[in-house]
């Protein structure tokens, strides 16, 4: 089993920016892909960026691109989003995930943190 806990939300203003943390435990070692996914209101969870270490790969929604940058820290067993020039519309929980293969499902999941951007 994997644990997941997301750190870091909060109320920032338009233009802003958030730094989100993800702590995995457990068996951290069989983690593959770690990733960010977002929920507002009414809407579906929705993928906003993963990062995949057996194929160094790292991908983004494009809404997000160039303003949100994932990185991981495999020492930390810790994934971060950095959020910047943040918009209403990022109004979300976020969660992060993880799958024990580059294209499995995404297996675990953490209980989410809420993000609120002011206009």
């Known amino acids: 089993q994997v644990h997941l806990v997301e750190s870091g939300g909060g109320l920032a203003q338009a233009g802003g920016s958030l730094r989100l943390s993800c702590a995995a435990s457990?068996?951290?070692?069989?983690?593959?892909?770690m990733a960010w996914f977002r929920q507002a209101p009414g809407q579906e969870r929705a993928f906003v960026a993963q990062?995949?270490?057996?194929?160094?790969?790292?991908s983004y929604a494009d809404s997000v691109k160039g303003r949100f940058t994932i990185s991981r820290d495999n020492a930390k067993s810790t994934v971060y989003l950095q959020m910047n020039s943040l918009k209403p519309e990022d109004t979300a929980v976020y969660y992060c995930?993880?799958?024990?293969?580059?294209?499995?499902?995404?297996?675990?999941w953490g209980q989410g943190t809420q993000v609120t951007v002011s206009s």
């Open positions: 995930g993880a799958r024990l293969t580059a294209y499995g499902d995404w297996k675990f």
């Open positions: 457990g068996r951290t070692f069989s983690v593959d892909g």
């Open positions: 990062t995949t270490r057996s194929i160094g790969m790292t």
